[in-house]
């Protein structure tokens, strides 16, 4: 069975300019997560969807974030601009009720992104 | 809200040889409690989980770790590592509807030859 898939694995972009992040999950996972990781720290949550409805979102800065997944399936996050401090690695998730509850998040390799 | 502090941001150990990374989580409730480990350049990979029952509970590549609830610890233990087990490792912390997941800030465990 194919994991968590993320696309693409690094992206290199000035300041300022946009940028998107991709990611398909395990096939039926209802819960999809997007991560944030700093360097030298562990992962923070940026938003949680369960099937296409974004059910905690508190940690998205929605000033310049945003994210998506219209059929339930795929999800992507935007960085739009992006400033020097969103150089990080962006990790997604996702979870099924039915295969380990929720409590067993199945992680994508991420994307690593540098914004110069 | 939980919290989880890992006590140690690089663990260097030689080969064969025992290694514990300690873990304590601070929570008003219940908690349920995982280990993840980080290959370079990798998403983060289950080793195991505290949910009920046993307080010591075995994972993946002969990782186990004990919950100890007086003391607030989930420290994990291999009786003899390998190369190969040179990672990052996370501590993660989560209420009982799952919703919210709270890692630590990793501990580097570097595996000498």
């Known amino acids: 069975e194919a994991g968590v898939v993320q696309s693409p694995r690094y992206k290199i972009i000035e300041k300022k300019q946009p940028v998107a992040f991709w990611c398909n999950p395990i096939s039926g996972h209802n819960t999809l997560y997007w991560y944030l990781q700093n360097l030298g720290q562990g992962p923070e949550l940026l938003i949680r969807y369960e099937n296409e409805e974004a059910v905690d979102d508190s940690q998205l800065p929605k000033d310049r974030f945003s994210a998506e997944r219209l059929k339930g399936v795929d999800s992507t996050l935007k960085i739009q601009p992006a400033e020097l401090g969103d150089s990080a690695v962006y990790l997604c998730?996702?979870?099924?009720?039915?295969?380990?509850?929720?409590?067993?998040?199945?992680f994508g390799p991420g994307t690593r992104l540098t914004v110069l | 809200a939980q919290s989880v502090t890992q006590l140690d941001s690089q663990v260097p150990v030689f080969e064969e040889a025992p290694v514990e990374l300690r873990c304590n989580y601070s929570?008003?409730?219940?908690?349920?409690l995982f280990w993840y480990v980080q290959y370079p350049n990798q998403g983060l990979q289950l080793l195991l989980k505290?949910?009920?029952?046993?307080?010591l509970v075995k994972g993946i590549n002969g990782f186990e770790a004990e919950f100890n609830k007086s003391q607030t610890s989930f420290h994990l233990r291999k009786p003899s590592v390998h190369i190969s087990d040179t990672a990052e490792y996370f501590c993660?912390?989560?209420?009982?509807?799952?919703?919210?997941?709270?890692f630590g800030t990793g501990t580097s465990l570097t595996v000498i030859p």
């Open positions: 998730a996702s979870s099924s009720l039915r295969e380990g509850g929720r409590h067993t998040q199945y």
């Open positions: 929570s008003s409730v219940s908690v349920y």
């Open positions: 993660a912390v989560s209420g009982y509807t799952g919703n919210q997941f709270y």
């Open positions: 505290y949910l009920s029952g046993s307080t």
